[in-house]
């Protein structure tokens, strides 16, 4: 009787067609997000179509394979293409919760779309909505990519509504309520095999949402726990203002749900601190709500918080925990199917997670940016689903990789384990096939959906378990050969492996493999004590080591890899290069000139490369090309490896040599007086600083042909001489010989018989030039002209700053004492016009007067001038004029005083 009672079992809970948490496995949202939960942690989907602000949907198979997904009015299939007649649906992306899809529960090719209208901005009226509709898709349209029924299109349910929809079990186990709010009521509808039952269980509850500023009261998630008990509801805010006001208080709200009645009733308060809720989920256990809440100040949205209450304590409220604060958005809250809850954060590339949602407080674990999106981005919402998945299924895998799919390898085998109840009764599935498994466990070794449908026998709806099998066959692993050169010259049989190049034939070529490379057969098989892949230095010679070739599902054969040393000795190469104007020892060389010493009475079939070091010569990695400069100063050691059918046929060491430059003073200058013609002097090579080599290895070219260490010259000019190292290596010295001469004094211009009176010397010459008055020795002026120059006979001398001599030049500065004393003393006894000599001025005609005007004398200019007597008697202290004809015809009158 038993066995008929589980065959019995069986084909009723087929007919049900009990849901599997893989239905929820991949997600689509945001601005061309996704998710993908059958791995874990889940991996991003970057191919979606969808771009929505908030609302989407997504339905999968019970395995876990993407079915269509939604944003409220556009379907798309698993191709992501709309579907034929996936256009114009009622819902909007705009909408908290636009959507979300329930199977018929035993039509497995028909889903329902459940889709509720949002308004725009600015928008208050609900009769503005367009409410509550359904459409249908019939998965057997379209080529099995599904469409949208025609005639079941955009059904109308309810004619105004909320932006609120969720949907969980029936407690009959055979159908599913769909509910949605709106304003003091909530309306259920039963999905059962027949469809979808237009009436609705109706639950007036408290608060009344005002319709008036109803374009934000609408905001906000509803959820069903996953066990069914409870409703929570967020109303972001219950504004009575007419007026935008989403900053205005809301609240968050948890009723009691009866899922065999569809009743809500109650009505818990949850206190969320004045600010406004929006995104609502439970804990998989259904103890625990979390809300994430937006946070207003007088500028607007300061940032979001997730608080976690606890339904289990006395007073919920006072359980509020704070488990994120400061982020830039408010969001939604969504169950995976690995059973934690996920966060979205506007225009993040990233979801946060509440990794531990069964704890409560802070061990709940919340983390930032815990799952990548792949570079897409979300926005407010997140795909709902039928809550009661995250319940009512279970993972019969627990590898810790995936709930929804186990990857084995040919001859592998697994144990699918469900819970062990008492009493419970296990149906065992394969590809809808009954096995004849009745336990909690069954070991699998073949492809195939594995389903096990549990009856707890205790009133409560069945419990699913599902795995999706998939046996992949072992990759071909073929035996190989990987020779190697000695490169280190001692010809010893060891040398460094790149194991590497041997995987083109561990493989045979096929794409997608891995290799890694063991040293013992045991470790290979058991995966353990990976090799150095690209520097393997063996053991012996020859050597046997072990290739384990697998793919991507961790499949895996195992290979031998033979290791042999082998390889012509090559003799070594010596390049040498004389450095370059940087003198760092850092230059170019061209290694071809190697290539042809090596190749040199080889085979003509080899093939030749270069590298920088050993390491890289035997790895066959990062190759030098033909033109190298040298990346160790004055001495480096590069290597060529010779290959003769893919096989190192020999390694050449090749010694670069940097050669010094010679150590020596590059520019200098010399002097040549032209005045000194034909008179020479010797220019030198100068010191040269060596302490390898002696002088006399060196050699010398000068520009004027010569090669001697030292020239004689005679003119001005640049001169230069190559100096040569025994190694062939020059460097240029440069001499320029400055060409000078003594000065020729052109002119000198007198400004003179003034209180300021000046000399400007003129000169002509190669040379540069310095001045000075009356004294050969100095001191010199560079300037060419002097002030202030009292009147007198002056020498003017002109030297050649490089040494090259002294010109002179005698000037007179005319000019008369403004008195005298003849006294006798010997000073100042005379007065006469100074800066007269014999060949300048001796015929000026000089008078004096009495204050009268009567002429006292006429002097002669060359004369020591007039000593104050007039006609034997010595004349009063008093003033005296005078008048001066010169020779240039120019005339002075003025006085001076006689003093006594």
Known sequence: MKKLFIFGLFWLLFALNAQAQGEAANWYFGDRAGLNFNTSPPTPLTDGALETLEGCATISDSAGNLLFYTNG??????????????????????????????????????????????????????????????????????????????????????????EKITAVRNADCESIWVITHFVDRFYAYDVSGAGVNTTPVESLVEPEVPLIGYRDNAL?????????????????????????????????????????????????????????????????????????????????????????????????????TVLSTNDNSTGALQLGIDGRIYRVI????????????????????????????????????????????????????????SATTLNLCEGDSFTLVAPDIPGATYVWTRDEVLLPETDFDLVVSTTGVYRVEIDPMNGECPIIGQANVIINPLPEAFDSLLTQCDADGNNDGFSIFNLTEAIPDLTGGVAGLDVSFHQTLLQAENNES???????????????????????????????????????????????????????????????????????????????????????????????????????????????????????????????????????????????????FPDTITLEVGPIIDNDSPLEAYSY??????????IAINEAGVYFVDIINPEGCSKRRTITVVGSRPATIESIEVTDLTETNTLIVNVSGPGEYEYALNDPT?????????????????????????????????????????????????????????????????????????????????????????????????????????RVIFEDGRELRSHFSLVR
Request: some cysteine; glycine content about 10%; aromatic content about 10%.
């Open 73 to 162: 009015t556009l379907v798309w299939n698993r191709d992501h293409q709309v579907m034929p007649n996936g256009t114009g649906l009622l819902g909007e992306d705009t909408s908290t919760q636009s959507a979300i899809i329930v199977p018929n529960p035993q039509q497995a090719n028909i889903y329902y779309i459940f889709t509720v209208d949002g308004l725009f901005p600015g928008e208050n009226d609900p009769a503005a909505l367009r409410g509550l509709n359904y459409s249908t898709v019939d998965m057997n349209l379209d080529g099995g990519l599904g469409d949208v029924v025609a005639a079941e299109k955009n059904i109308n349910l309810l004619p105004t509504n909320s």
């Open 220 to 320: 906000g998630y509803l959820k069903s726990s996953p066990d069914g008990s409870k409703l929570a509801i967020a109303h972001a805010t219950l504004n009575e203002n007419p007026a935008s006001d989403a900053g205005s208080p809301g609240a968050l709200l948890v009723y009691d749900f009866d899922t065999a009645t569809g009743v809500a009733s109650g009505g818990l308060d949850l206190d969320v601190n004045g600010n406004s809720p929006y995104g609502v989920e439970f804990s998989p256990d259904s103890n625990l709500v979390y809300t994430c809440a937006g946070v207003y100040d007088t500028d607007g949205f300061a940032f979001g918080e997730v608080y976690q209450f606890d339904l289990s304590a006395t007073d919920p409220s006072a359980t509020r």
């Open 346 to 401: 506007l225009n993040q590339a990233s979801l946060d997670v509440i990794n531990d949602p069964n704890t409560a407080g802070t061990g709940a674990n919340y983390q930032r940016a815990a799952v990548s999106l792949g570079g897409r981005t979300g926005n407010f919402g997140l795909p709902p689903f039928i809550q009661s998945l995250f319940l009512n299924t279970v993972d019969i895998i627990q590898n810790g990789e």
């Open 530 to 676: 990976p090799l150095p892949e690209t520097a393997y230095a063996n053991l012996s010679n020859p050597q046997t080591i072990f290739a384990r070739v697998f793919d991507q599902a961790g499949c895996a054969s195992i290979a031998q890899l033979e290791l042999v040393v082998a390889g012509e000795q090559i003799a070594d190469v010596f390049l040498s290069q004389c450095d370059d104007a940087t003198e760092d020892g850092i230059t170019s060389f061209d290694l071809g000139e190697a290539a042809a010493i090596i190749l040199d009475g080889l085979p003509a079939d080899l093939s030749l490369s270069f590298y920088a070091t050993l390491e890289d010569v035997l790895a066959e990695t990062n190759p030098i090309p033909t033109s190298y400069t040298n990346q160790q100063a004055y001495q480096q050691t590069v290597y060529a490896r010779l290959e003769q059918d893919n096989a190192c046929f020999g390694i050449a060491r090749i010694f670069l040599e940097v050669y010094e430059l010679p150590n020596i003073v590059t520019q200098d200058e010399a002097l040549y007086c032209l005045n000194s």
């Open 701 to 710: 070219l000068w520009s004027t042909g010569e090669i001697t260490p030292t």
């Open 778 to 882: 100095g001191p010199y002026q560079l300037e060419n002209t002097f002030t202030n120059v009292r009147p007198g006979v002056y020498t003017v001398y002109v030297r050649d700053r490089l040494g090259c001599g002294i010109s002179e030049e005698v000037v007179s500065v005319l000019g008369y004492p403004n008195y005298f004393t003849p006294n006798g003393d010997g000073i100042n006894d005379f007065w006469q016009v100074l800066g007269v000599r014999p060949d300048f001025e001796s015929q000026a005609q000089i008078y004096i007067y009495d204050r009268y005007g009567k002429m006292l004398t006429r002097l002669n200019p060359l004369s020591p001038g007039w000593d104050g007597i007039y006609n034997g008697n010595p004349m009063p202290s008093s003033d005296y004029w005078f």
